[in-house]
């Protein structure tokens, strides 16, 4: 499919990449052929014993299906996807998915537990007992409680290390649950996006810069990209609907 980059949020980056010396580059667009029961290339962790991601190459560009497989409160899937990223002060980094969250389609009906973005490689537990896990990360979360935030909304939440501050937007950050807005996010798909310059993240809804951004960012620590889709209170089923996902990161001084 086509991909448009907006300025205002994709600042600087190149894309393609022009200068490797100076920048790295990860894009899934999920229309291959891919195994993702069997390739090496991912890490799928359930949940309880139901949750799968498949591939649909019938829907335009190819799409990844993250599903919890039922509404069994806790059930889900972890899926890291292999690309390492390591976060670093001194080189900027952009991330951007498209997706659609919806429990079935043509509800305005959004679970209460789902992660995307970066986490620590080998992490297997983002989400554990409705709360964010222990461990580094940062990206999107509809979990309602770390930090508060108010139903039918997500945010944009990081954690340096296990132990440390959750550092997050707080609550009414970023509305997608609801028919006063269309559907984005859950009847339609939306972008959401990061960009991290000099130590703090920002985050954009359809290139738009939205809310304030957040610090207390992993450095130094080896990253994946991760999605999570779980059902939370045993009557919806826990769905991402994901299009494709890019991370561009620039360089560090001190890289060799």
Do not use: W
Not at 96 to 107: D, L, P
Not at 158 to 180: Q, R, V
């Amino acid at each position: 499919m086509a991909v448009r980059y907006d300025s205002g949020m994709a600042g600087g980056f190149s894309f393609p990449i022009t200068t490797p010396q100076r920048q790295y580059m990860s894009f899934n667009d999920f229309n291959g052929g891919q195994n993702f029961d069997a390739d090496e290339t991912i890490t799928l962790t359930q949940a309880g014993s139901q949750g799968t991601m498949t591939q649909d190459r019938t829907v335009h560009g190819g799409v990844a299906l993250f599903s919890s497989g039922n509404n069994g409160d806790g059930n889900g899937v972890n899926v890291q996807m292999g690309e390492i990223i390591e976060l670093d002060e001194a080189g900027d980094l952009f991330f951007e998915v498209r997706v659609r969250f919806a429990a079935t389609a043509g509800t305005s009906s959004l679970t209460n537990e789902q992660f995307i973005g970066l986490a620590k490689t080998g992490t297997t537990a983002v989400i554990a007992s409705d709360t964010m896990g222990n461990v580094g990360y940062l990206g999107f979360t509809s979990v309602a409680a770390t930090p508060t935030t108010t139903a039918g909304y997500i945010q944009l939440v990081a954690k340096n290390a296990a132990g440390a501050t959750i550092n997050g937007a707080g609550a009414s950050h970023i509305k997608i649950d609801t028919a006063a807005n269309g559907g984005v996010g859950v009847d339609d798909f939306v972008r959401l996006g990061i960009v991290v310059r000099n130590g703090s993240a920002q985050a954009f809804v359809n290139g738009e810069k939205t809310g304030a951004a957040i610090t207390g960012l992993p450095t130094g620590e080896l990253m994946e990209p991760t999605f999570v889709a779980q059902a939370d209170d045993g009557s919806l089923v826990g769905k991402q609907l994901v299009d494709y996902y890019l991370i561009s990161c620039g360089r560090s001084s001190t890289a060799l």
